[in-house]
């Protein structure tokens, strides 16, 4: 059982260069999530979607777009990556937005 | 102010010993509280879950939460070395997603 599955674990990108991070999971949940975390910063989210059809803005959109393609899957992109935007990625499920969330192992990104 | 303070750390602490962690929370409505884990380069991992208020128990760890004073801890009893992680509470009202504190940084040394 896998769980919440992101592609890939590190990437390295240029100042300028796109982006998608890719997110699934198997657990049929509703709601799916994206974090930023930096030291010092704790979880900061990125953006959210409640349900499928649905995706609304977290507390850091600026930079970022997403896709809920499905109800598994839930990917964000970045559209010309700024080294501000270095940083572990994880995306989360949960059954709806008031349930616990399961996290997936993160993405590991840094611009140069 | 944030809605969710909870102290960085770290804290180092002994094998053995009784491990407090604990969240303070501005918002009223909060129903859902929960305790993650967090090993390093490792996602959260969903520990304790617990709804309104009281205590609740699995193995060495316990959960509380006192909503007439916003605060909610984590015990961890008879601590060991592979406790060490990061802990971030999260909690959430009927409606609404988490909101998850910064996350406590523990180190239990042998």
């Known amino acids: 059982n896998a769980g919440v599955t992101q592609t890939p674990k590190f990437q390295v990108l240029k100042t300028g260069q796109s982006m998608t991070l890719q997110c699934a999971q198997d657990?049929?949940?509703?709601?799916m999530y994206w974090y930023r975390q930096d030291p010092g910063m704790g979880l900061r989210l990125i953006y959210y979607?409640?349900?499928?059809?649905?995706?609304d803005k977290g507390e850091v959109p600026n930079g970022y777009n997403v896709s809920r393609l499905n109800k598994r899957e839930f990917s964000l992109r970045l559209e010309s990556a700024a080294p501000s935007q270095t940083s572990v990625y994880f995306c989360?499920?949960?059954?709806?937005?008031?349930?616990?969330?399961?996290f997936g192992d993160g993405t590991r990104l840094s611009i140069l | 102010q944030k809605e969710v303070e909870q102290d960085p750390g770290p804290l180092s602490v002994p094998e053995g010993a009784i491990v407090s962690l604990n969240c303070t929370y501005s918002?009223?409505?909060?129903?859902?509280f929960m305790w993650y884990r967090q090993y390093s380069r490792k996602g959260p991992e969903l520990l304790m879950y617990?709804?309104?208020?009281g205590n609740k128990e699995d193995g060495r760890f316990t959960a509380q939460v006192d909503k007439s004073s916003k605060y909610i801890s984590l015990f961890i009893r008879d601590s060991q070395p592979s406790d060490s992680a990061t802990y971030l509470c999260?909690?959430?009202?009927?409606?609404?997603?988490?909101?998850f504190g910064t996350g406590t940084r523990l180190q239990v040394f042998p």
């Open positions: 989360a499920s949960s059954e709806v937005l008031v349930q616990p969330q399961h």
């Open positions: 979607s409640a349900s499928e059809g649905t995706t």
């Open positions: 617990t709804y309104s208020s």
């Open positions: 918002n009223s409505a909060f129903q859902y």
């Open positions: 657990m049929n949940h509703n709601s």
């Open positions: 999260a909690m959430s009202g009927n409606t609404d997603k988490l909101i």
